[in-house]
Every structure is written in structure tokens, then in C-alpha cells.
């Protein structure tokens, strides 16, 4: 099913509806709605996956008129009655919040382009430094390739989750993954010389379709990448796309050290140890030294400065020195996707939502296939009170990445609990493997919506660590756009705490 948000026809299930003249039909056959019915359907229509509360029903239904609910509910009874059998799966009443259309837009990323799986290159050593570099060479590979439409490129958990042994197995592997082709190679280094070599694989039949061997001296890795990319394309499709090749053929920063050093600070950032953020803050800071000018690293600075500080709960101040190293970091490099994915992570949380939206439909225009940036689409579907669009981004990304990070499920449980799915939002945190103080919070609330009150209360009382005010963080942690999805959360909150409502 599918919808648009405006006054054109749109689809309801089996039904069409056109919200500027309210004229539901089914088969060509117009189908009977009272006027009132009318206008109710066509701001749920104009407002589909989001929770309208009452007020705003009635506000738009009788704008000058007092009556009480009985009136609204008469017309929700009469449209369900016009849709059958497919009413409640479309017009959900979602529990002391409103009504919601369960109509979502599905993210225009639909593709028959040939999947592409990059393995983690080879490079004979235990020096994390150098895994660092040589992850780090092989994902610019997997962000070279992401910015041609003309494939689809798993993400790098998928694909760097596989080892050395199972990869050989590459009709089995290629079916596991949903991978076409997979890309694998080794890299040798002897000072400042780079010794790289790759190979593209048909997943069905095992057979290898290209190899070859590079040698770079310093920065010229930057072209070897580029051609390893514009190779591999050039060997799956027929035509390369002149607008990708573009996007991808500037140089990132004219230092190999300071390359390394962002290299090693992205690693750290995606470490867990309490210490491997301050080391990504520091890394990246060493970056800008060597390079004032290079653009991902002032990027990835104010990333870790607002995972540092807290993420929404950072200060004004972080989040504003933070906002200046993004900017800064887009005006650098406004063709590197995530420049502009991480400036909209910091824009969000600061609360500018349409600034925010803007930036990550830019990064998926650089790199549509980039399954964190789809994900952080839905989160932020979510949090602009779209939870339903949010799902559908969401579970693209999951498809996109089988094998994706843990903040995949926490993602996914926000927009649950925001359309009443509290059951499947619990589920969704229970997959993470440690469950901080926010995702016992949410937990409770998820249960206390349930009406499992002693399970809600654990969760909270696990939540009590020094300095953490569960109320707090649900109020001003979760930067929801609008009040409504902000109460719902502080609902379950002070229902687990047993606090009157």
C-alpha cells in the first residue's frame, strides 16, 4: 500500500480516495461518505503514519463547532464501514492518543541493480594500525562503488562480518548475504608504498571475472581506489554513470598521515570500551592538524564531540561547536555522503528537523544505498511523527544489511512504541546486547503500556544509576518534533513508576 500526503488520488489497500473532493471509490464505483466523513479521511489521508491525536481531529473537522467525541467516533465507525474488511488494518486507533491512516511511503530505493558485497582486504599482520588502514582503503572501495545507482552495494558489517575461510564459499555465501558479486583483495605496505591488490568474483558459478595488482605511492592510493571502483562498474554494468565517477574522483586530503589517523578514528569510534570514544575525539583532532582542509575529519570531530557530550542531551554549547565542525566539514567536502549525514545528525539534535531531513535525502542522493544512512532516515521519520514511513525506511535497511549494527533494533522499537506496537518495541530492545540506562527507560514504558507493571518496575529500577533522571531523558533525550509523541513516552514512564496520571 501506498499513499502520498497531499491533495492528489492516492490508494487505500483495494479503495482510492481523492482528499480534494472526498470522493472514496472501488472499482470505479464511488462509494457514500457524509461530509463530515469526508473532511475526517481526508486529514488522515494528508497526515498518513502519523498519530492524529483527537483534538486536532475535531479542530479539522468542526473548526467552529463544540462537540464531543461521540462525534468523532461516529465518523471513524463510518468510515471503517466504507473500507471493510481492510478498516482496521488502515484506520487504527491507537490507544488515549488518536487515530492513525497505517498507510506508509515506501522509500524510492527499489532496484535490480546487481548487489556487490566488498570483503575485508587482506593484510598479514596483527598491527591494529595497519587492520585500521586496510579496512579503511577496502570500505572507501565499498563508498566508491555506493555512489554509482547503477549497483547496489551491501553495507560493511555485512560484509566485513565475513571471514577468510567462508568466503571461498561463494554460491553459498552469495545466497546467505543476497550478494551478486563479491569483491576481495590483500594489501601490502613498505613505508609509504602501497601494494594493493583485488578481485571481483561471480557469486553463482565461483568464477573470477576480474583481477589485477596496484602499486601507489602515498596519497595516489586515493586513485587506486578510484579505479579499482570505476573498474569493478565498468565490468557489471554496460554504462557508467559520469555524475558518480565525478562524485567520486577528488582526493580527500593531500596528507597519507592524516588519512591513517581518520582511518584509526573511525575504527575507535565503532569501538565499545568507555575509552574509544576520547580516542576517536583525539584521533581526528591529530587529523586536522596535519590537514586543516580535509572535510571528513572535521565531520567525524563533531561526531564524537556529541556522542561525547551525550547525544541529545549534549549541552548548547557542545552542540554548537559541534554544528560549526559539521558545517565546516560539508563546505569541505560537499560530495562525501557523510559530511552531510553527520551534519543532519547534528542538526537534529538540536531540534532542527527540516534541516536535518534535508541533509540525509542529500547523503542517500550521494550514496543510495548506504544502509545507515536509510536507517537514520526512519529514525528520523520517526522522530519528525511519521513512525510508519520510519518502519518502512527502517526495514530497508535491515534488508540492505543482514548483518547490521545493534542501533538497527533500538531504531526500529522507537517507531513501534510510537504507533502502539509495544510488544514488538520490547522485542526490539531485548536484541540489544547491553542495555544501558535509556533502554531500560524505554523498556519500562513498553511494559507499562502493556499493563505488566512489575516487569516495568525492574526495568526502571535498573535504569537508577547516579545521575540519570529517567523523566528527564525521555523529556529531552528523544528529540521528537511534535509534543504528542514526547507525552506518549512520559505516559509509559510515569505508568512504570506508579506516579498518578
Same mark, same amino acid.
Given at each position: 500500500? +501506498?499513499?502520498?500526503?497531499?491533495?492528489?488520488?492516492?490508494?487505500?489497500?483495494?479503495?482510492?480516495?481523492?482528499? %480534494?473532493?472526498?470522493?472514496?471509490?472501488?472499482?470505479?464505483?464511488?462509494?457514500?461518505?457524509?461530509?463530515?466523513?469526508?473532511?475526517?479521511?481526508?486529514?488522515?489521508?494528508?497526515?498518513?503514519?502519523?498519530?492524529?491525536?483527537?483534538?486536532? @481531529?475535531?479542530?479539522?473537522?468542526?473548526?467552529?463547532?463544540?462537540?464531543?467525541?461521540?462525534?468523532?467516533?461516529?465518523?471513524?465507525?463510518?468510515?471503517?464501514?466504507?473500507? $471493510?474488511?481492510?478498516?482496521?488494518?488502515?484506520? /487504527?486507533?491507537?490507544?488515549?492518543?488518536?487515530?492513525? @491512516?497505517?498507510?506508509? /511511503?515506501?522509500?524510492?530505493?527499489?532496484?535490480?541493480?546487481?548487489?556487490?558485497?566488498?570483503? /575485508?582486504?587482506?593484510? $598479514?599482520?596483527? *598491527?591494529?594500525?595497519?587492520?585500521?588502514?586496510?579496512?579503511?582503503?577496502?570500505?572507501?572501495?565499498?563508498?566508491?562503488?555506493?555512489?554509482?545507482?547503477?549497483?547496489?552495494?551491501?553495507?560493511?558489517?555485512?560484509?566485513?562480518?565475513?571471514?577468510?575461510?567462508?568466503? !571461498?564459499?561463494?554460491?553459498?555465501?552469495?545466497?546467505?548475504?543476497?550478494?551478486?558479486?563479491?569483491?576481495?583483495?590483500?594489501?601490502? #605496505?613498505?613505508?609509504?608504498?602501497?601494494?594493493? &591488490?583485488?578481485?571481483?568474483?561471480?557469486?553463482?558459478?565461483?568464477?573470477?571475472?576480474?583481477?589485477?595488482?596496484?602499486?601507489?605511492?602515498?596519497?595516489?592510493?586515493?586513485?587506486?581506489?578510484?579505479?579499482?571502483?570505476?573498474?569493478?562498474?565498468?565490468?557489471?554494468?554496460?554504462?557508467?554513470?559520469?555524475?558518480?565517477?565525478?562524485?567520486?574522483?577528488?582526493?580527500?586530503? *593531500?596528507?597519507?598521515?592524516?588519512?591513517?589517523?581518520?582511518?584509526?578514528?573511525?575504527?575507535?569510534?565503532?569501538?565499545?570500551?568507555?575509552? *574509544?570514544?576520547?580516542?576517536?575525539?583525539?584521533?581526528?583532532?591529530?587529523?586536522?592538524?596535519?590537514?586543516?582542509?580535509?572535510?571528513?575529519?572535521?565531520?567525524? @570531530?563533531?561526531?564524537?564531540?556529541?556522542?561525547?557530550?551525550?547525544?541529545?542531551?549534549?549541552?548548547?554549547?557542545?552542540?554548537?561547536?559541534?554544528?560549526?565542525?559539521?558545517?565546516?566539514?560539508?563546505?569541505?567536502?560537499?560530495?562525501?555522503? #557523510?559530511?552531510? #549525514?553527520?551534519?543532519?545528525?547534528?542538526?537534529?539534535?538540536?531540534?532542527?528537523?527540516?534541516?536535518?531531513?534535508?541533509?540525509?535525502?542529500?547523503?542517500?542522493?550521494?550514496?543510495?544505498?548506504?544502509?545507515?544512512?536509510?536507517?537514520?532516515?526512519?529514525?528520523?521519520?520517526?522522530?519528525?511523527?511519521?513512525?510508519?514511513?520510519?518502519?518502512?525506511?527502517?526495514?530497508?535497511?535491515?534488508?540492505?544489511?543482514?548483518?547490521?549494527?545493534?542501533?538497527?533494533?533500538?531504531?526500529?522499537?522507537?517507531?513501534?512504541? %510510537?504507533?502502539?506496537?509495544?510488544?514488538? +518495541?520490547?522485542?526490539?530492545?531485548?536484541?540489544?546486547?547491553?542495555?544501558?540506562?535509556?533502554?531500560?527507560?524505554?523498556?519500562?514504558?513498553?511494559?507499562? !503500556?502493556? $499493563?505488566?507493571?512489575?516487569?516495568?518496575? !525492574?526495568?526502571?529500577? +535498573?535504569?537508577?544509576?547516579?545521575?540519570? %533522571?529517567?523523566?528527564?531523558?525521555?523529556?529531552?533525550?528523544?528529540?521528537?518534533?511534535?509534543?504528542?509523541?514526547?507525552?506518549?513516552?512520559?505516559? &509509559?514512564?510515569?505508568?512504570?513508576?506508579?506516579?498518578?496520571?
Amino acid at each position: 500500500m +501506498a499513499t502520498e500526503a497531499s491533495a492528489q488520488a492516492c490508494r487505500l489497500g483495494k479503495f482510492s480516495f481523492d482528499p %480534494s473532493s472526498g470522493a472514496l471509490s472501488y472499482d470505479r464505483e464511488i462509494i457514500f461518505l457524509r461530509p463530515k466523513a469526508q473532511v475526517l479521511l481526508s486529514h488522515l489521508v494528508r497526515n498518513a503514519g502519523r498519530v492524529v491525536s483527537k483534538s486536532e @481531529l475535531l479542530d479539522a473537522v468542526w473548526p467552529e463547532v463544540t462537540v464531543t467525541e461521540d462525534s468523532l467516533t461516529q465518523c471513524v465507525r463510518e468510515i471503517r464501514k466504507a473500507l $471493510g474488511n481492510e478498516a482496521q488494518a488502515l484506520v /487504527r486507533t491507537v490507544s488515549r492518543r488518536g487515530y492513525m @491512516l497505517a498507510v506508509a /511511503r515506501e522509500p524510492d530505493l527499489t532496484t535490480d541493480a546487481p548487489a556487490v558485497a566488498v570483503l /575485508r582486504f587482506q593484510h $598479514g599482520t596483527d *598491527d591494529p594500525t595497519e587492520t585500521a588502514i586496510s579496512d579503511g582503503i577496502a570500505e572507501d572501495i565499498l563508498n566508491g562503488l555506493g555512489r554509482f545507482r547503477a549497483v547496489t552495494v551491501l553495507a560493511r558489517s555485512t560484509s566485513f562480518a565475513v571471514s577468510g575461510e567462508a568466503a !571461498q564459499e561463494w554460491r553459498t555465501l552469495g545466497e546467505k548475504l543476497g550478494a551478486d558479486y563479491f569483491v576481495d583483495g590483500d594489501i601490502k #605496505r613498505l613505508g609509504g608504498t602501497f601494494d594493493v &591488490g583485488v578481485r571481483l568474483t561471480e557469486a553463482s558459478r565461483g568464477v573470477q571475472l576480474w583481477s589485477d595488482r596496484y602499486l601507489a605511492q602515498d596519497t595516489e592510493i586515493f586513485s587506486v581506489q578510484n579505479e579499482i571502483a570505476r573498474r569493478i562498474v565498468s565490468r557489471l554494468v554496460s554504462r557508467l554513470e559520469d555524475a558518480g565517477l565525478q562524485r567520486m574522483s577528488s582526493k580527500p586530503t *593531500d596528507s597519507l598521515a592524516a588519512y591513517e589517523l581518520v582511518l584509526r578514528g573511525i575504527a575507535a569510534l565503532r569501538g565499545y570500551r568507555p575509552q *574509544d570514544n576520547e580516542d576517536a575525539r583525539q584521533l581526528f583532532e591529530a587529523a586536522i592538524e596535519k590537514d586543516p582542509h580535509y572535510g571528513v575529519a572535521q565531520s567525524y @570531530l563533531a561526531l564524537s564531540q556529541v556522542i561525547i557530550g551525550g547525544y541529545a542531551m549534549a549541552s548548547t554549547k557542545v552542540l554548537a561547536g559541534a554544528l560549526d565542525l559539521a558545517l565546516k566539514g560539508v563546505t569541505l567536502a560537499p560530495e562525501d555522503p #557523510r559530511c552531510h #549525514r553527520i551534519l543532519a545528525i547534528v542538526r537534529l539534535y538540536l531540534r532542527q528537523h527540516d534541516a536535518a531531513e534535508q541533509h540525509v535525502r542529500r547523503s542517500l542522493d550521494l550514496n543510495p544505498h548506504d544502509a545507515d544512512t536509510v536507517c537514520q532516515m526512519g529514525y528520523l521519520m520517526t522522530m519528525r511523527g511519521r513512525p510508519l514511513d520510519g518502519l518502512a525506511w527502517i526495514d530497508r535497511a535491515f534488508r540492505l544489511n543482514p548483518i547490521h549494527p545493534d542501533w538497527y533494533h533500538y531504531d526500529r522499537s522507537v517507531a513501534l512504541y %510510537s504507533i502502539g506496537e509495544y510488544r514488538s +518495541a520490547a522485542t526490539e530492545l531485548e536484541r540489544l546486547p547491553l542495555l544501558g540506562p535509556g533502554a531500560r527507560v524505554r523498556l519500562a514504558a513498553c511494559y507499562a !503500556q502493556m $499493563g505488566e507493571l512489575q516487569i516495568a518496575k !525492574q526495568h526502571l529500577g +535498573a535504569a537508577a544509576v547516579a545521575g540519570f %533522571s529517567p523523566l528527564d531523558y525521555v523529556k529531552n533525550g528523544i528529540v521528537f518534533e511534535h509534543a504528542a509523541d514526547i507525552e506518549h513516552l512520559v505516559e &509509559g514512564v510515569r505508568k512504570a513508576s506508579g506516579q498518578a496520571e
